[in-house]
């Protein structure tokens, strides 16, 4: 293969690479995107935008679509419950913000959203996303793709039978998260699914969940098939994981200049209140250093941008 040649397709979009970085809610912002985007994930999903939030023009979408031209393949995630809803939402998002591709929430499991129908919800209704999806293809020309969960429950092993409706009604590529709805995060992933997703279907799959190390990438890929791997919580402590790094490869150094071009991000981003958006990340970056209790609570504390940053410099030259 050479450089140029894409690594798989998702429609008519190139992918190039085969790490991609899983979207999180509160987490996969715009600054954390862009920093994982530039250490090697191969495109950047949004955020999930709620359809109403953009029907009923709620301040705060807006800031979930914001991205830099660099991030691109980008790819817009949308969540509701109606199909109509749905795309109305998505001819004015598609419109302002110009994705590469649209991407369909059917795996969040917040009690939050499922409560409205919508996310890992969907998965029992699979009719319900035929339609979303059916309406979708037929109105955008870029690639509409899904990213969803095994099922409800044990009891409601959807995933098969969603996945085919996914394709049936033109979606460009299934990603799949080895749980179900009610393990959320608990509990071990499971990949034998995610095989039998990628044998069924014409269309590429990628496989999400437990993937927090190097040796992972290569065993999911192996006892898979899939087109790609998604890796979502573990990027938040390793975002260097993109490059095909394992925390303990990252030395003292690289991490602080990635804690503080991460920081400034989001300083840029945020103003004055990025320095307590931070502190999720902050923390996830100082934990694989034995700092005492007291003394990370007292940083995680810190709302000046100085002291913050003085205090950063303070435990790196000590270790």
Partial sequence: MTPQEPTFMIGSVPIHGDLILAPMDGLTDQPFRDLCRRLGSAMVVTEFINAL????????Y?????????????????????????????????KEVQPDILDVNLGCQSKNVTARGAGAALLRTPAKIGQIFALLTRE??????GKIRLGWDEESLTYLEVAKT?????????AVHGRTRKQAYRGQARWEPIREVKQALQIPVIGNGDVRTTADIARIKAETGCDAVMIGRA??????IFSRRDRGQVDPQAAEQTIFAHFDAMLAFYGEPGVTTFRK?????????????????????MKDPASVRAEIARIFSEL
């Fill in 235 to 240: 990027a938040v402590a390793n975002p260097w």
């Fill in 62 to 94: 807006p800031k979930r679509t914001r991205f830099k031209d660099e991030q691109r393949p980008l790819a817009l995630q949308i969540l509701g419950n109606d199909p109509q809803r749905m795309l109305t939402a998505a001819i004015q998002l598609v």
């Fill in 281 to 301: 990340y902050l923390k996830a970056y100082l934990a694989p250093y034995a700092i005492p209790r007291e003394r990370l609570l007292a940083l995680l504390k």
């Fill in 166 to 174: 996914i394709q049936d009604n033109g979606g460009a590529l299934v």
């Fill in 140 to 145: 955008f020309s870029i690639p509409v793709t």
């Fill in 53 to 60: 939030d953009v029907i009923e023009e709620n301040p705060r």
